[in-house]
């Protein structure tokens, strides 16, 4: 008789490692609490599938030391899932290059590469698509990520599926404050992510004078907290110079906005734009923005602008015209093995 494979999963809140049930209590989010589903469904039809996929699975936490917390029932159904983290101070723009990330997907951005995508956590989802992206959308300035206190959860959780197979993705935008941080709730996704987006504010690393930042002290205390001593952080990394319309006048910034989006993965031209990335930071004396591709073990470097224009006030008054923000994310699904092919297995390798 042979004896079931037993599922594990790493809670990406709690960083707990704990079995997965195959039968469990379901939950449903209402009204402001999770509260629990009776159902007569039985296992493995199409009502208890429908039931699945919205509902949540409460996480034991084994070491007891969060507030309760809850994971999509489908979480551990699929391959192992992806936990993607941004990284960057409170005026980089990653609520804003998050917002349009995922606006790019849901317009099909993921398809040329082969990838379909559906919300793993609708609930998450949609309020991130309505607080985020559709206000992003119809011109309004998203504010800073907000500290939290207690458990940092995860602000997307979506399903990619391609020809061999199907990941849960969840992307965890933290507050720039709280990561600079070297303890505490807000850095423990860390220990758990699959892949990280460094995103450079060029505010503070091309200006000149005093008024310059010596360097991101949320990417210190990132790279210190995954680095521990090793030669190399093995976590895939894309390092992202947000807010690149400002400098779409000075080559080779303009050549690469306009260029037009990928239909597949081509890894010499991830190259020459890491590249490019890499000459321009170091002509302007912002090599220190640099430390994830010197310390990582692969790492690609990309353009990319989240609105194509700045904001007035709290209004974007010329509408928001995203460009380049799908790069960064198709260079880390190759490098994570999502997408798959000869030249997915050479992005990022120097």
């Known amino acids: ?47 208890d599938k429908a039931e699945a996929r919205t509902a949540y699975l409460r996480c034991p936490n084994p070491s007891k030391d969060l507030d309760p917390h809850y994971l999509p029932a489908l979480y551990a159904t699929f391959n192992p ?15 804003h290059l998050l917002a349009s990330m995922i606006a790019a997907i849901e317009a099909g951005g993921l398809q040329p590469y082969g990838i379909t995508v559906t919300p793993l956590d609708f609930r998450q989802h ?25 458990a940092i959860s995860y602000t997307d959780a979506l399903l990619f599926a391609s020809s061999h197979g199907t990941w849960p993705v969840t992307f965890f935008d933290v507050a720039g404050g709280d990561l600079a941080q070297h303890s505490g709730n807000a850095t423990r996704f860390l220990d758990g992510a699959t892949a990280l987006v460094f995103v450079i504010d060029p505010d503070q690393a091309l200006v000149r004078g005093q008024d310059k930042a010596l360097t991101d002290p949320a990417f210190a205390t990132v790279l210190g907290k995954l680095g521990r001593g090793q030669q190399h952080v093995t976590v895939p990394t894309a390092v992202v110079m947000s807010k690149a319309d400002r400098y779409r006048f000075r080559a080779p910034v303009g050549t690469w906005l306009a260029r037009p989006p990928g239909q597949g993965v081509d890894a010499e031209a991830i190259r020459l734009e890491s590249r490019d990335v890499y000459g321009f930071l170091h002509q302007h004396d912002a090599s220190a923005w640099l ?40 260079a880390l699904l190759a490098m994570c093995q999502v997408i798959s092919g000869p030249e997915a297995e050479k992005v990022g390798i120097w």
Request: charged share 20%; glycine share 10%.
């Open 81 to 95: 899932p992806l936990v993607i983290g941004l990284v960057g101070g409170s005026t980089s723009g990653k609520s």
């Open 291 to 330: 430390r994830p591709f010197h310390e990582c073990q692969r790492c690609t470097l990309h353009f990319a602008s989240a609105t194509g224009g700045d904001a007035v006030g709290p209004r974007y008054p010329r509408g928001v015209r995203p460009r380049r923000v799908l790069e960064p994310l198709v």
């Open 1 to 47: 008789m042979t004896t079931p494979t037993v599922r594990h999963v790493l809670c990406p809140i709690c960083l707990d490692v704990y079995p997965w049930p195959d039968k469990a209590q379901r939950f449903e989010y209402k009204d402001g609490s999770y509260s629990p589903i009776t159902s007569n469904a039985t296992p493995g039809t199409p009502k």
């Open 126 to 150: 949609g309020i991130f698509i309505n607080e985020s992206v559709a206000r992003l959308r119809s011109g309004d300035r998203l504010g800073s990520t907000l500290a939290q206190e207690n």
